[in-house]
Structure formats: structure tokens, C-alpha cells
């Protein structure tokens, strides 16, 4: 059941430049799905509208929520000053998340771009702790040396790294570090800017193979009531009879077939 | 100089006393058990806040906007964050009226204490008569709100709600079809909100609801781009909030039909002050996104105050502020 | 789903690379060393905030509105705040010309750097036309303000405003008698700006300044009484910005007059949305009242800006949006 | 010269109910003038304007001001919750202040109502410190028994307790104080409600003395350039050339025949 609740901020360290990397003690965490997302509140009266933001990972007991950020503007600049002990509003748990059952016993790609990275942790824990044993191949695409979350990927699978100044691994982006690493998937799931979103949608059409593509939109309710973060989609949508699919609700994945990005 | 003087903090004022204030109040002679309502276009058709909130215990619920076919709406962005507030270029996208009747109606006719508000859009007045004479087979639907002032949609809908000659044909034409009560929504983008009101009341509508969205825009500085695809957008949230209350107070004065006040309303103190200046009842419209549970916390801090004032009765505060 | 996007802080924006910004900018051929001006009213004609910033700094003052004789204003109290920002109603208190002449320019005159642009305001045409004579002696006057649109005074003011046979007629009379340029300062609280726009560009005005306050009210729920003595009060502040950069857009899309913004400017970068949507200068109105340094920080951090985008010329960011 | 500045908060303590003692180091402190009153910023961005608040009093070395207030609405209610070492906005000093002089050898009535007795403090111990040696007689209004700034007042004069319900000294208001202990002076300075000033203005006037009386208005700059806050004059005054004065800076202290209340 969504509700908005009090959560409790239990560490905050910044993990690279202006990335910041943030637990969050609540209730919320109980079930969480990798690709789920939550609404978080400023604390600043003149920004009233929650924040959405991905789940990264849940701890081990799943009392507390991992969300890794970047600062984008006054909101994120905020929650950057959050403190240990501090009280939050949060709201949650929204969306659909990734259909996991898909990468059962699969070879799969995780593919994540820049702050489109974090909530591939999640899924990556959850597929490769799966008795079905998922072949998990991780491909993110970073800006430079700072490879945030690296680390964390690497307990759960092979970490392929392309990075915009070449400063490690394949000079380039995520489509790149396949090519030169000539890997291959059953199937995609995938989260970050739209460029890259497209070359994966297309990739995936070539091979044959579904993607899984976690979509983003300027949100005001995250919960489907105002109808302001749609998708156009191939199919007329049981929800809002016409081509549009609320991202918030429908989504945040969407089969890349599915969705006009 | 012995410092300023504010309100004092309403939730102070609930005490255990026995009796309990009357909220009931009526739109146009439908009798509603409570005057929290919620705006147009930020509850959906109640669905998605049901998870949050008993709707049992709503005066109503409007709905959002429905017209005889399908809608796709606004390419996105379609909303913005402001300073206290927001703007929202959604471009009433809806389902269309079969779907609507199937799906959403049944659905809100599970809470039996709740009356059920359906807005009505369009964009001819054809368009209006079809929604209105479907509506009229559903004697669940209490009361029409007819949306002549949505500002994100090019043709029809604003062009009503922004020239009194127009407003008072498509009034007059929709009551001649209608079986409920109609209640216009006003637009605040007009020079004079009385003026319109008038017109409304002339051509025979039930009742009025104020205010809609005032048309805003954002401007990403670092992009130097528009923040909604529409460019502008629809202003709501505490922001406009005294906006809303004078042309509130200005209609109340100007007419004699019941008013749904409605602009900003986050708390007990601003569906009191809309009450005050002449709503028989408040809708809590962009502030649901803020706080899911709003409706219901409004509904208990109004009580609170009744309570803490010994107003016995809800309509002892309708248009009470001299 | 990779987490919302917004906007950079922009002060991490500034550099200190040798070139600088060329800020200046013109209305109606009058030059200014920068585009940030203060919002009439709010500023007085500078001696109270010229203990906070250097008034030379300023690419102009805008002063309070003066009249051909004393007037006495609204009884108190006349401001209230409101959420993100303030109502008032003032009710154009002021000495008068003669008065102002003997103590309001001289002072104004010790600023070489900073034009003077006056604000005048009347009850008839008449009046407007003996204070628009008595400005034309002082050279030192720059440019002339005219303000048709004050909410908050019953007789003359907004009616001029408010109707566009009525602007274009004061304007045209105005034109008759000014010796300096005339800039009509627009109402808010209309149903199409770009109406009244137009109207003052076809009767020969020189520019335009937008927007005035609008009318907004708030009630003390306790007392049930009105927040300000007037009843309604002109509403300022961030809460009203999206709309007056709505305004502005829609008025620099319609007309080619050169255009002062203001409305709710807090920051530089509020600064820098009004000078995309098409203003080539802006005013700091309430703002002042919050951050007394706020002037001169925005005009720090509008060079800031224009180091970080690599922008030479103001005049090249003046209605950039696309 | 006026300035917004940074002041650190060093204490706060509730000294009656929902009446709070504060004290911010500012270097604001150095020149304060008895009756001179403070702006103070709340952090809430949707409460913009400075709170007008009259000092009551600053320490020895003048480093620090005190104000003590009544919670009257979000903007206080904020203040109260303010913890030693928070940093706070304030705009100050304002105003001109009681005339001092007009005291000085004299005996005096230093009247206060309720929160309008806070200043009254500053005031008493600098005529108390004066060489001239006034008669320094305080009458206090309260509504009960929590009689704050008593002891503090005490310290520099005699002081006449009323409050409204009988509890301490007199029963009723300061007049009927003054009436019941049978004093009398040459000069009246006082501060509070609307109608306890009325008061003192015909008594004032009935004993030709002269009284300097405090007065409050909703204010919006707080330092001239609004005309928000003013207050009728009996003559034209100089700066508006209509018969309007401005509390926050040709006050907030006036000659009691010199204004229309």
C-alpha cells in the first residue's frame, strides 16, 4: 500500500562529485522491488512537489532504503544537507519496477548511464541471489574515473565499464563497451538518459531480444491521479484509453516495444 | 512596538466537548454531508487516493474532466514545480464518457456517503450536450461541473469561460439539456470575475466553482526553453491562494448562487478563510500531490475549529467575514 | 526512472575570466549601465536602501508613484503577508509633485551613474497631464512611468488600465504633453494583456512595464475580519512570477515595445527567466523588503551568468527563449 | 546604519506560557536604543517578511540582544523552536527609540501590557543607570500570575503589578494600578495594547505630563520606504506631507498628543 511516512536519515556520504549517496530508515522498505521508486519531500515550503527518485537497494533486513542521487537543483541541493538522525517525508513505494521473473536463468545485460545506474544494484542482487542463476552482466556508462556503485555491482556480476573521457574501460558509451567487448544478452534491462534509452530500444529490436527501459517525466503526484508523467505508447492503454501511459504508475519500465521514446 | 500579530495555530483549538459541529451544507439543493471537496484534474476519479484517504468521508469527489470521446491531451513536460505551487499543461487528457460511465461511476457509487461531481468539458457546445444528456441517465451523479475554463486546451473550453456572451449561451444551452444541477467553473484569467459570474447566473446555472488555474510559465534559464511542451501551464497551490479567495468574496457579493471555493487550499485555515468569504464548500485540488491525506485533515482541523468557536453550524460561516 | 531534473545553482556559475559582460541595455533609446531596476512603490526614491546598497549601481530607480498634489492613502493596516509573498494597499500615499521636485530629484541626482524614472499617478487625465508637464523642466528625469494600473485607489488608476479605449486615450494624451518618453505600466488583472499591450503601442507609448500587483485578499479566520483595511490588496512576491512571466512573454510576442519586467524577482535567475521572455530590463519590487542587498545580488549574479554561458551582450539573452 | 545580518542564537527559555526569552549575539547589539526594535527572518520560505520585535534589552558588553515574544502564528512559533548556536537573519536596529532625556531627574511611569513590556526593560536600567537619578516607578499589566520581566525590572525601580484576573496586585489594568497605589510622575513612557495606550493618552493629557508611547502596525519593510505601518498625525509630517507618520522609522515611539490612536 502506498502511503507517505516519516523516515529516518541513518548516513549520507557524497560517493562522487555532486553524487550523493543516501539510507533512509522506514517501513517502506519492507517491499520494495528493484526499479521501484519514491517521492521524497524538501523541507522547503517554496518546493512543495516530491522528488522521485530510485531505489538503489534495500538493506539486508529491508528496514532502510538506499537512494543514490545527484544534486540537480534546490531540492536534491537540500536532501544533500540531510544529516543522520534527521526526520524525512517520504512517499512510497511507486511504480511497477523491473518484471525480474524475465532474467530467471537468462543472459542478461544491466545497463546503466550515469544517475540511471543506482537502481540497477537492486535488481542485480535480487536476479543473481535467484536459484534460476542468471548470467548477470553489468554495462554502465559513466562520465569519468568516478565510477560510482562499481563495487557494489561487481558481489553480483561481470562489470563492464565505458566511460565519456575514456578514462576507463571502453572510451564511449554503453553500445560501445559491447561492441568492444563483444557481449551478447537474452535480454535488457536498462535505466538512463533518453539517447541512451533509444540506442538500446534499437539495439534490442536488431538482436531480437526484449529490453526493459525505466522511463523518467517531470511528476507531480506519482501516483496516476494527474496524469502529468505520460509515455506515448504503441497500443492504446487500458487505463487512459488513449496512447498515453502514466510513467509514474504504468511504469517507471515499459518493454521498449511498448513505449514512442 | 510590543511585536506583530498572527493566527494562532488552529490545531491548538480541538477540545473533547460532546456535541459535535453540524459540516453538512448544499450546492444548489444537493445536500452534502461535508463541504470538502476535491478539484477537478488532481483526484482522478478518486481511484488513486482511495489508498490514502476513505472516500466515504469526502463531501464529494469531482471528478476530473470528461468529454464525449477520448482525449489525448498535451505532449509532456506537462507540469512544472513553482514557487508554492505549480503549473500543469496536462490538456485535459480523459478516457471519454463511455469508458467513464463503465468504469469510474460504479466505482465511485461504492461510497454511498460521498456524492459524486462530474466535470464536463468540450470543445463545442455540442460536445458539452452529448457529456451532459449521458450523464443525465445517471441519477448517481449529483451535481455537473462544467469546465468552460480549462486554459491548456487551444479550442473550445477557455473561449466559454473568458467572454460573458459566450459563457451565458453555453450556460443557457447546457441547462436545457441538463437533468442535474450545473455548476459553472469559473476562469481567474478575466478582468472581472463578477462579470462573468452574472452571466452565468442570468443564463440559469445552479450553482458556480472558482477558481481554475491562472495561466503561468517557466523558463529553464541553463536550456532557455519553456519548462511545459505547452509553454504556458495552469498556476495552482498555496501561491494563488488569495487570488482565489478575493474573486471568491467578489462573486459572493455579486450573486446569489453557492460558490465552490477552491486555489491553494493546503490546510483547515484556508478552506476556513474560502468559507468565510462566501463558499458553501471548498475543493482541495494541486496541494493532494503535496499531501495525500489533505481532504481528510482539512475535514477534521474545520471541526476543530467549530469546535474551539462554538459554531454550531457549518453555514454560520458562509460569507461571515465583515 | 534516473531521478528529477532541475535547474543548477547558478552562483557556482560565475568565473574569473577577464572579459566582462557588457550588461547595459536601453528602453525607448534612454540607456541604462544595467538592466536592474527597482519596482515603484518599494523603493521609495531610494534613501531608505541607499543605507544597503550603492544606488549607483543601479541601471535605474523607479520611484514611488507621485501625484500633482499630496495624497494621503488607504487607512492601516495595508500590508499583510501572504504565502511566498505580501498584499498591500498603500493606496498611493505620497507628497506630492512639488515636494518631489525639491527633495526627491536632488537626492536622485547625486547618483550620475543610475537614471531616473518617475512614477505617475492621478485620479483624472488631467491630473497624469500636470505631473507629466512639471517632469518635463527636470532633465534629469529620464523616462516616465505611468501608472494606470494601482488596484488599490478607488477613483482614476486601474479604470485606465483595465480597458483598452481608456489606456489608449490617457496614453495618446499623455504622448501630447510628455517631454520624456512614456512607459505604461500594465494591470495583471485583465483577461488579455496583450489587449491592453497593444492599445498603448498604437497610441504612441514608449514602452511598457509589467506587472503590476494583483489583486488578491486575505481573511483572519479568527477574527473573520479582512487581513487589510481596503479589503483587497495588491499581491507581490515569488508567489506571483509565473504568471507575470507569462505576461511578459505574451506582451513581447505582441507588441514591439521594449519592455521593464518585473513581478515576484527574487534572484538573479528569476531575473534572467523575465530578460529571456522578452524584458529588457527588470525591476525588484517586494523582494526588498525581504533581502535589502537583493538588487545589487541580482545584478552579481546576472553577470554571473552571462560568464558561465559565455554571453557577451545583455541584448542577446533579451527574449531568447525557444 | 542599518543592516540585514547573520546573529547566533546563545539561549532561549519559555518564561511564561507560549512567551519566549531569546538571545542572538549580533554585533547589532552595539548601538541599541531603548524602545528600538528588530526584524527578525523566519527560515520558511513561504513566510517572507521580517517580524518586527522590540529588544528588551542588551547585555554588558553589548554583544548580544535580547527579545522576548509571544507565540502569535507560524513565523514565532518558528522562532521558539530555535536552538542555541542556529544561525538567524535580522534587519536592525530600527526605529528611534523612547527619548531618554525627557526622563532624566524626572519621576517617571514606565507602563507595559502584556507583551508590550519587554521593552520597558532596556529602558528602566538605562534611566536607572543615569546620573541624573530618575524616579523610576514600573506598572506592569499581566492577565495572571505569571508575571515575566518582574524580577528584572525590580532591579532598577519599584514596580506596580496588575493583572486581569487578580492573581498579583492590582485587579484590571495598569490605570487601575496607578489609581489604587496612588502614584504619580512628570512623564509617562509606555508600550502595549491599543487600548491600554488610549488610556494613558487621556490620562496624560488630564495631568498635562507628557507620555512617550510605542506603537505597532503590520509593517512590510520596517525601514520607511513601504508606507506600510503608519500611524495619523495631528500635524503635517515631514516626510509624508499628509498627516501620516511611519511607525518603523519616525517611531515607533511618539508623543502621545502627537498622534491620532
Partial sequence: ?261 | MSGNNQNLNLTTGANAESWAPDLRTSIAGVEFQNPVMTASGTFGSGMEYGEFVDLNRLGAVVTKGVANVPWPGNPTPRVAEVYGGMLNAIGLQNPGIDVFMERDIPFLKQYEKTKIIVNVCGKSVQDYVDVVERLGEEPAVALLEINVSCPNVKEGAIAFGQKADALYNITSELKKHAKQPIMMKLSPNVTDITEMARAAEAAGADALSLINTITGMKIDIHRRKFAIANKTGGMSGPAIKPIAVRMVYQVAQAVKLPILGMGGIATAEDAIEFILAGASAISVGAMNFVNPYATVEILEGIEAYMRQYHVEKLSDLIGAVN
Same sequence: chains 1, 4.
Avoid at chain 1, 120 to 132: R, T, V
Avoid at chain 1, 161 to 183: L, P, Q, W
Avoid at chain 1, 213 to 240: P, Q, W
Fill in chain 1, 1 to 261: 500500500m502506498k502511503q507517505k511516512v516519516t523516515g529516518i536519515v541513518t548516513a549520507q556520504k557524497e560517493i562522487a562529485p555532486s553524487i550523493f549517496d543516501l539510507w533512509i530508515k522506514t517501513d517502506l522498505a519492507k517491499d520494495v522491488k528493484p526499479g521501484q521508486f519514491a517521492g521524497v519531500f524538501t523541507k522547503d515550503k517554496s518546493a512543495l512537489l516530491p522528488r522521485p527518485i530510485s531505489i538503489c537497494e534495500v538493506n539486508a533486513d529491508r528496514t532502510e532504503l538506499r537512494i543514490v542521487y545527484r544534486i540537480a537543483g534546490q531540492g536534491t541541493k537540500e536532501f544533500s544537507g540531510w544529516q543522520a538522525g534527521e526526520e524525512v517525508q517520504i512517499l512510497g513505494i511507486l511504480g511497477n519496477g523491473f518484471p525480474l521473473e524475465k532474467g530467471k536463468g537468462k543472459k542478461v545485460f544491466l545497463m546503466g548511464g550515469g544517475i540511471g545506474i543506482p537502481p540497477m544494484l537492486e535488481l542485480a542482487k535480487e536476479l543473481s541471489a535467484d536459484a534460476s542463476g542468471a548470467e548477470i552482466q553489468c554495462v554502465m556508462g559513466y562520465r569519468d574515473a568516478k565510477t560510482f556503485l562499481k563495487k557494489d555491482l561487481e558481489q553480483y556480476g561481470k562489470v563492464y565499464v565505458a566511460t565519456e573521457d575514456g578514462s576507463v574501460g571502453t572510451k564511449g558509451n554503453v553500445m560501445d563497451a559491447i561492441r568492444e567487448n563483444g557481449i551478447t544478452a537474452d535480454v535488457i534491462f536498462a535505466c538512463g538518459p533518453m539517447p541512451m534509452l533509444r540506442a538500446i530500444k534499437a539495439y534490442a529490436q536488431e538482436q531480437g531480444i526484449p529490453a526493459y527501459i525505466s522511463l523518467e517525466e517531470h511528476m507531480a503526484c506519482g501516483v496516476g491521479a494527474c496524469l502529468g508523467c505520460v509515455v506515448k505508447t504503441k497500443e492504446v492503454d487500458h487505463h487512459s484509453h488513449v496512447h498515453n501511459a502514466r510513467i509514474c504508475t504504468d511504469g517507471p519500465v515499459f518493454e521498449a516495444g511498448e513505449v514512442e521514446i
